[in-house]
């Protein structure tokens, strides 16, 4: 049974430029959220995805979006990179029939460096 | 708006003696769920147990339990028999109980995690 996975698991960009990263929910899965996290802090919420459709969002600007496909697979970009954009990008799955109980599941993270 | 608060960046603990970590919230809320993720030098961010907030009784997962105070809003998570592989950064994490609609479900709120050391 795979896990959540990601890719790319390391990323270095430069100022201005734009980004995408990719999540695969665990199998049987069918909602995907996504968090940033910045080195020593925990995890912020940057959005949800649910039936290919944003669901919820944190406080992120617009240069954050995102994407689902119909295998429920995820795409986070993130366009006109800043220097505070660098951090440990999670990706996290889940069952939306299990309601607020259900476990998220997160995957290895893809680290940016933004120089 | 909810919060989690961690007061203790880092902690240490011999092997095979007892921590516990503390972790505090804030909410208006009567019902919600809260969540201890462990997270390692792997960086993949591990559920280790959950207590929902109608349930008076402490959650228990072997060596790992929690002491749910509800109306202090305090959990903290004892770790027992400490490991080496206990090693990480601990995160408490608080979850509404509402439903959403769309079939969505709500984000987690973390806190800003403990480091805990385990020493041979």
């Known amino acids: 049974d795979a896990g959540v996975t990601q890719s790319p698991t390391h990323l270095i960009k430069t100022r201005g430029q734009q980004v995408t990263l990719r999540c695969s929910p665990k199998s049987g899965h069918d909602t995907v959220s996504w968090y940033q996290q910045a080195l020593g802090q925990g995890p912020q919420f940057i959005f949800q995805?649910?039936?290919?459709?944003?669901?919820q969002r944190g406080n992120f600007p617009d240069r954050f979006s995102g994407h689902q496909f119909p295998n429920y697979s995820s795409e986070l970009n993130v366009n006109a990179l800043l220097l505070g954009d660098s951090a440990l990008y999670l990706c996290?799955?889940?069952?939306?029939?299990?309601?607020?109980?259900?476990?998220?599941?997160f995957g290895p993270g893809t680290r940016l460096l933004v120089l | 708006a909810q919060t989690v608060t961690q007061s203790q960046p880092e902690m240490s603990v011999q092997e095979a003696e007892t921590v516990t970590l503390s972790c505090t919230y804030d909410t208006s809320e009567s019902d919600y769920y809260l969540f201890w993720y462990k997270q390692p030098p792997s960086r993949q961010m591990i559920l280790v147990i959950r207590?929902?907030?109608?349930?008076?009784q402490n959650a228990t997962e072997n060596r790992f339990s929690v002491n749910f105070q509800k109306a202090a809003k305090s959990f903290s998570l004892k770790i027992s028999d400490s490991q080496l592989g206990d090693a990480a950064m601990y995160f408490c994490a608080y979850r509404t109980h509402i439903f959403l609609s769309g079939g969505a479900t709500n984000k987690l709120i973390f806190g800003t995690g403990t480091l805990l050391a385990v020493q041979p």
């Open positions: 996290a799955s889940s069952l939306a029939a299990g309601g607020p109980r259900e476990t998220q599941y």
């Open positions: 207590q929902e907030a109608y349930k008076q």
């Open positions: 995805y649910y039936e290919e459709e944003e669901r």
